[in-house]
């Protein structure tokens, strides 16, 4: 069965801190890991990552994955507010199977 | 910018009804799925379809579950008998084609169910 651990489970920061999440994971077939930012509904896309070693960035956030070590790191610098969110990692295994396994996330609380 | 719709966005229902939850795919995506988060859990693969059929399920999609492309834009999910732990927020995603690479999929902003 695939496993997919985030940690920490949640945290607390202050405006301008800097938040590292980790995600592990357990997987045959791995094919690509992803992270979702999820407020109040629905996920919302952040980042793809199929190759190890090669970071992606988007503004304040970056995430790189290690295929090696089997997992996945989150960045999120100069936080603020509205980073205050739960983030979900998934994984994608396979060819022809593409269903997304999630981690339970981590819940990130950007404190004024 | 093309997005995911659900529909309703709240369904309240007795134990032992059936529901429809109502999903409109991005137009040009081939990949759908259906996902359950139940209050404080992770979310869940429930469905996944693709060529007007099933590709993979997951052992909580049991024969009370269905799904259907009725109409070629909109994807719906049944379930026959509804129990008290089908209450969750069932969300909807689709995916692209990729040509051969993978495409993140894109999720709906969820239907809540409330089974009474």
């Known amino acids: 069965e695939d496993k997919v651990v985030q940690s920490p489970l949640s945290l607390v920061v202050h405006e301008g801190d800097t938040v590292t999440l980790n995600c592990s994971y357990e997987v045959t077939n791995f094919r690509s890991l992803l992270w979702y930012k999820q407020e109040k509904k629905a996920p919302t896309f952040l980042f793809m990552l199929?190759?190890?070693?090669i970071e992606k960035k988007s503004g304040r956030l970056s995430s790189i994955l290690d295929k090696k070590e089997l997992f996945s790191i989150l960045n999120i610098t100069a936080t603020q507010t509205g980073d205050s969110a739960v983030y979900l990692c998934?994984?994608?295994?396979?060819?022809?199977?593409?269903?997304?396994?999630f981690g339970a996330g981590t819940t990130v609380t950007v404190r004024a | 910018e093309p997005e995911v719709t659900q529909t309703p966005s709240h369904q309240v229902t007795q134990m032992g009804q059936e529901v429809i939850l109502r999903c409109v795919p991005i137009?040009?995506?081939?990949?759908f799925y259906w996902y359950r988060q139940i209050l404080g859990q992770k979310v869940e693969f429930l469905v996944s379809?693709?060529?007007?059929?099933?590709?993979?399920k997951s052992e909580i999609f049991d024969d009370q579950f269905s799904v259907e492309r009725p109409d070629g834009s909109n994807f719906t999910l049944k379930i026959r008998s509804t129990k008290l732990e089908d209450s969750a927020m069932y969300f909807c995603?689709?995916?692209?084609?990729?040509?051969?690479?993978?495409?993140?999929?894109?999720f709906g902003p969820g239907t809540r169910l409330t089974v009474l």
């Open positions: 995603a689709s995916k692209g084609s990729g040509g051969g690479s993978y495409n993140e999929q894109f």
């Open positions: 137009s040009n995506h081939l990949y």
């Open positions: 379809f693709y060529n007007n059929e099933i590709s993979e």
């Open positions: 199929t190759s190890s070693g």
């Open positions: 998934a994984v994608v295994r396979g060819i022809n199977d593409y269903k997304l396994s």
